[in-house]
């Protein structure tokens, strides 16, 4: 059974850094992409990042480029989101998901078949 366990959230000022991290377990997730994904109150889930665990291939999108760094660890089976100089508008549940069966990565949703339950991140101002 897949299972994706994120820790690290919290409450942080702005212009702070947290580390997320997403504990997979359950199957070999060597031929998968991880991907990071967020939540705000009253908005839709969007894509933040993502990482082939192959060839450490990156996506990012275009809000938190250059800010966020997604990274993962083999020995470990767990992927990271390093996020610095964070902003109130970063406040967000963040999800760690798996998506298998394609050699790009792809930003949908719909194309990640694993999700794990969520880290809340708060960013005062």
């Known amino acids: 059974q897949v299972q994706l366990v994120e820790s690290g959230g919290g409450l942080v000022q702005a212009g702070g850094s947290l580390r997320l991290s997403c504990a997979a377990s359950?199957?070999?997730?060597?031929?998968?992409?991880m991907g990071w994904f967020r939540q705000a109150p009253g908005k839709e889930r969007e894509f933040v990042a993502a990482?082939?665990?192959?060839?450490?291939?990156?996506d990012y999108a275009d809000s938190v480029k250059g800010r966020f760094t997604v990274s993962r660890d083999n020995a470990n089976n767990t992927v990271y989101l390093q996020m610095n100089s964070l902003k109130p508008e970063d406040t967000a549940v963040y999800y760690c998901?798996?998506?298998?069966?394609?050699?790009?990565?792809?930003?949908?949703?719909?194309?990640?078949?694993?999700w794990g339950q969520g880290t809340q991140v708060t960013v005062s101002s």
């Open positions: 998901a798996a998506q298998g069966g394609y050699s790009a990565i792809l930003r949908s949703g719909w194309a990640f078949g694993y």
């Open positions: 359950g199957r070999t997730f060597s031929s998968y992409t």
């Open positions: 990482i082939k665990w192959s060839d450490q291939q990156t």
